[in-house]
């Protein structure tokens, strides 16, 4: 007798559901890469240099014009051993509200193959005409491995990433971007001697029509003298196909 309620429950949600779901978008995208960097660091581990080519694709469910949206984003990558992938889901709000686009969400980073990368940020961000400004904040036991071995009990959760950024149309194909974030890394983390550091890239990309994009950006971050050449600037060269 415990079945039927949970059953009327869910024919119900799903009942309630299928108004957004007959107005949903989904929206796809690919894109080949010279490099692959996360806010200013190289994601191959391996081979870290200027040219090192990475795929990317994903794609975005909006559920009409509820506001409401999830989102499934991958890279190819190599900076943990048994793994060569990143695998991002995502789901959150937009809405407007004091002159303002607001976006709040959830963020998983997932390693298949191997789960001590796996991190789940919280973020919140505002866009006001060509600014936007985005906090993310780690809510996960480690961010991305930096707090070390599992049974050491050092903890990641808590560092944070705040990142502003700036896109504004200059001619009628193409848009000037740049950025800078900022890593806060939780105590457990900076107890280990990691520093938190800045990122930063300046670049632009040129609108082809039909959903192709051209972007180029040079990126890096501080503290090489820690990070080494994973924080290098590079010049990065993406092309990028929308469906």
């Known amino acids: 007798m415990t079945y039927a309620p949970l059953k009327s429950l869910s024919l119900a949600l799903m009942l309630a559901a299928l108004p957004m779901l007959a107005h949903a978008q989904l929206t796809a995208n690919v894109a080949l890469t010279s490099n692959y960097k996360f806010r200013g660091q190289d ?6 240099k200027a040219l090192n080519p ?10 009409g014009d509820s506001g409401f949206y999830v989102g499934n984003w991958n890279s190819s990558v190599d900076w943990l051993p048994g793994n060569s992938i990143e ?21 998983a980073y997932l390693y298949p193959g191997n789960n001590s990368g796996n991190t789940t940020e919280l973020y919140g961000a505002a866009t006001w005409g060509a600014f936007t400004a985005k906090y993310s904040h780690t809510v996960s036991k480690d961010y991305f ?7 050491s009990g050092n903890r990641g959760r808590g560092t944070g990433y705040l990142n502003l950024a700036f896109a504004q149309p200059v001619a009628p194909a193409i848009t000037l971007k740049a950025a800078v974030g900022y890593t806060r ?4 983390i900076k107890d280990l001697g990691v520093p938190s550091y ?3 890239q300046l670049g632009g990309a040129y609108d082809f029509g039909a959903g192709l994009s051209l972007s180029a950006a040079v990126a890096g971050a501080t503290k090489k003298g820690f990070f080494g050449d994973a924080n290098k600037a590079r010049l990065i060269v993406t092309l990028t196909k929308t469906l």
């Not at 994601?43 to 870290?48: H, L, S």
């Open 43 to 48: 994601q191959d581990a391996n081979r870290i």
């Open 54 to 63: 990475a795929i990317q694709g994903g794609f975005d469910y909006a559920f």
């Open 87 to 107: 695998a991002d889901i995502y789901g959150g709000y937009k809405f407007k509200a004091g002159g303002a686009d607001w976006d709040v969400g959830a963020l």
């Open 145 to 151: 491995g930096w707090a070390g071995a599992r049974a």
């Open 185 to 188: 890394f939780a105590g457990d």
């Open 198 to 200: 800045v990122d930063y």
